[in-house]
């Protein structure tokens, strides 16, 4: 728990995942507030002026040419939040909804959206009581922005809709807010709409899968070496040499990483003098390296799109430093839709390779002496034979989610809105993408452990060895006669998921790239 102070000039992915994730105090800067006010000043002067302008004195989308009197604004303001809140389907995760609510309130505090400096507190008031909206799966085309999942968090603020409690327990909203001293906002001019503008969801959902996407590339390459250790292949392939005359910087990281996993071992290098001779290692084993560095370099330029939506301030209409309130189509998610999708496709590739591996361990003629499914007694038991269907429908999963949701656009008000984004859909199964991919990893994780011990007369790395020990104290149990699969592979899934894998590893070789 610490304070992430909110100014003008953006936020950080670290602070983002620090409240989504970390429920850390939100608080707002003296510049962010002296910012507010003067935006506010701008839109209090063009509201109280004859001629419309759109989002303060008109309606919105396709109802934009209408004028709209002073006595209807404050109603029309609470109207466009209630009639947007039409998200169906289950709840998002609460982590979502703070990182949403989060990267709006960044956008607020920028100055160029006309809210006033006592909404954007009461943003920040409802994620300190650990309230959360009740967002659903449906609602957001990506444009303009998240419109639904961000309604139904500005009709929490007005005390209106279902939100969950700092307990778990889904109540109104209204009462939430009362238990904890918060009122309720009366919207004014353009408030509303500054409210819901945004691709707060589909960038939230990015940082989160990055940070998650960086700890299993790196349980990746862990669980490729102890891959290529088991079937005693050679290291020789990932030589630094080699990987300089390609210089793709995640190719180097990720062969690196290899590398430092198998120092000291005693199970490679054997890959001529087994009882199947080769030679070269398979694909899936030799080119490691290349897979998982694409991916890496995937994220990479996911990561220069985040830092640069983190730095943006996303609504329309915006408020200039001149004075000028101007319309613009910077709500758009092209930009984080398309890293959302390719980061969904890098997923499915390192899946599908170490899904390959796996069943070559399996594989009683390809796996150079391990017993058929790494079975105790083949034929009376089937040993690993069903944990690699599961990983190949995870896998046959991924890919499906591979296809591109930004390639899709369908119109909307009334052809206003003629090309979307779809960036919430790519962010969505990304999330599911993601935790497939952990659990593909997982199984192999679970495949290479079990074989290297099966390796009699051989020894492992040192960081082979610390990893085995780490997955067998947390309870995940070793080589032996068949026995009930799921609690293993899901506690096998828990240690990566968590970083434990990672961390088992990097306390011998030191940290990973």
């Given at each position: 728990?610490?304070?992430?102070?909110?100014?003008?000039?953006g936020?950080?992915?670290?602070?983002?995942?620090a409240v989504a994730?970390?429920?850390?105090?939100?608080?707002?800067?003296p510049?962010?507030?002296a910012?507010?006010?003067?935006?506010?000043?701008?839109?209090?002067?063009l509201?109280?002026k004859?001629?419309?302008?759109?989002g303060?004195?008109?309606g919105?989308?396709?109802?934009?040419?209408?004028?709209?009197?002073?006595?209807?604004?404050?109603?029309?303001?609470?109207?466009?939040?209630?009639?947007?809140?039409?998200?169906?389907?289950a709840?998002?995760?609460?982590e979502?909804?703070?990182?949403?609510m989060?990267?709006?309130?960044?956008?607020?505090?920028?100055?160029?959206?006309?809210?006033?400096p006592?909404?954007?507190?009461?943003m920040?008031?409802?994620?300190?009581?650990g309230?959360?909206?009740?967002?659903?799966?449906?609602?957001?085309?990506?444009?303009?922005?998240?419109?639904?999942?961000l309604?139904?968090?500005?009709?929490?603020?007005?005390?209106?809709?279902?939100?969950?409690?700092?307990?778990?327990r889904?109540?109104p909203a209204?009462?939430?807010?009362a238990?904890?001293g918060?009122?309720?906002?009366?919207l004014?001019?353009?408030?509303?709409?500054a409210?819901?503008?945004?691709?707060?969801?589909?960038?939230?959902?990015?940082?989160?899968?990055?940070a998650?996407l960086d700890?299993?590339y790196?349980?990746?390459?862990?669980?490729?070496?102890l891959?290529?250790?088991?079937?005693?292949g050679?290291?020789?392939?990932?030589?630094?040499?080699?990987?300089?005359i390609?210089?793709?910087p995640?190719q180097?990281?990720?062969?690196?990483?290899?590398?430092?996993?198998?120092?000291?071992?005693?199970?490679t290098?054997?890959?001529?003098?087994?009882?199947?001779p080769r030679?070269?290692?398979?694909?899936?084993?030799?080119?490691?390296p290349?897979?998982?560095?694409?991916g890496?370099d995937?994220m990479?330029?996911?990561?220069?799109?985040a830092?640069?939506?983190?730095?943006s301030?996303?609504d329309?209409?915006?408020?200039?430093?001149d004075g000028?309130?101007?319309s613009?189509?910077?709500?758009?998610?092209?930009?984080?839709?398309?890293?959302?999708?390719?980061?969904?496709?890098?997923?499915?590739?390192?899946?599908?390779?170490?899904?390959?591996?796996?069943?070559?361990?399996?594989d009683?003629n390809r796996?150079h002496g391990l017993?058929p499914?790494?079975?105790?007694d083949?034929?009376?038991?089937?040993?690993?034979?069903?944990?690699?269907y599961t990983q190949?429908?995870l896998?046959?999963?991924?890919k499906?989610l591979?296809?591109?949701a930004?390639?899709?656009?369908?119109?909307s008000?009334a052809?206003?809105e003629d090309?979307?984004s779809?960036?919430?859909?790519?962010?969505?199964k990304l999330?599911?993408?993601?935790?497939?991919?952990g659990?593909?990893?997982?199984?192999?994780?679970?495949?290479?452990?079990?074989?290297?011990?099966?390796?009699?007369?051989?020894?492992p790395a040192?960081?082979?060895?610390?990893?085995?020990?780490?997955?067998?104290?947390?309870?995940?149990q070793g080589p032996?006669?068949?026995?009930?699969?799921a609690?293993d592979?899901?506690?096998?899934?828990?240690?990566v998921?968590e970083?434990?894998l990672?961390?088992a590893?990097e306390k011998?070789t030191?940290?990973?790239?």
């Amino acid at each position: 728990m610490h304070t992430v102070v909110v100014g003008t000039s953006g936020t950080t992915a670290q602070d983002v995942i620090a409240v989504a994730r970390g429920n850390a105090t939100v608080e707002l800067s003296p510049e962010a507030l002296a910012a507010l006010a003067k935006a506010r000043e701008i839109v209090d002067a063009l509201a109280a002026k004859p001629e419309p302008v759109y989002g303060v004195s008109t309606g919105f989308g396709a109802l934009a040419t209408r004028h709209i009197s002073p006595e209807l604004r404050a109603q029309l303001q609470r109207n466009i939040v209630r009639s947007h809140a039409a998200g169906m389907g289950a709840p998002v995760e609460r982590e979502v909804v703070r990182a949403l609510m989060f990267l709006r309130l960044k956008t607020v505090c920028s100055g160029h959206t006309g809210v006033r400096p006592q909404v954007a507190q009461t943003m920040a008031d409802v994620l300190n009581a650990g309230i959360t909206p009740v967002v659903h799966e449906y609602g957001s085309l990506g444009c303009s922005g998240d419109l639904a999942p961000l309604s139904h968090c500005a009709l929490t603020l007005m005390g209106e809709g279902d939100a969950e409690g700092p307990d778990g327990r889904v109540r109104p909203a209204g009462e939430l807010l009362a238990e904890h001293g918060i009122e309720p906002v009366e919207l004014r001019e353009k408030e509303g709409l500054a409210l819901l503008n945004g691709t707060d969801g589909m960038l939230g959902m990015l940082i989160m899968a990055l940070a998650d996407l960086d700890r299993l590339y790196k349980s990746a390459d862990i669980t490729a070496a102890l891959s290529l250790e088991a079937l005693l292949g050679t290291e020789k392939v990932l030589a630094p040499e080699l990987h300089a005359i390609r210089p793709h910087p995640g190719q180097g990281a990720a062969a690196a990483n290899m590398l430092a996993v198998l120092r000291g071992s005693g199970l490679t290098g054997h890959f001529q003098q087994d009882e199947a001779p080769r030679v070269q290692d398979a694909y899936s084993v030799r080119c490691a390296p290349q897979v998982a560095g694409a991916g890496r370099d995937t994220m990479a330029h996911a990561r220069l799109v985040a830092e640069r939506e983190l730095a943006s301030a996303v609504d329309n209409p915006v408020v200039l430093p001149d004075g000028r309130v101007e319309s613009n189509g910077n709500f758009h998610g092209a930009p984080v839709a398309y890293v959302l999708d390719f980061l969904a496709i890098a997923a499915a590739d390192l899946g599908s390779i170490a899904e390959r591996r796996t069943d070559r361990l399996l594989d009683k003629n390809r796996s150079h002496g391990l017993p058929p499914f790494l079975a105790d007694d083949a034929g009376v038991d089937s040993g690993l034979m069903i944990a690699q269907y599961t990983q190949a429908a995870l896998v046959s999963e991924l890919k499906r989610l591979a296809v591109p949701a930004s390639a899709d656009s369908i119109p909307s008000s009334a052809m206003q809105e003629d090309h979307v984004s779809m960036g919430w859909s790519a962010a969505r199964k990304l999330r599911t993408a993601v935790g497939n991919l952990g659990r593909i990893i997982a199984v192999e994780l679970y495949a290479a452990t079990r074989a290297i011990e099966l390796r009699e007369g051989l020894t492992p790395a040192p960081a082979s060895r610390a990893a085995i020990e780490a997955l067998r104290a947390a309870g995940v149990q070793g080589p032996g006669p068949d026995r009930f699969l799921a609690p293993d592979l899901d506690a096998a899934d828990a240690f990566v998921r968590e970083g434990r894998l990672v961390e088992a590893v990097e306390k011998v070789t030191g940290p990973l790239a």
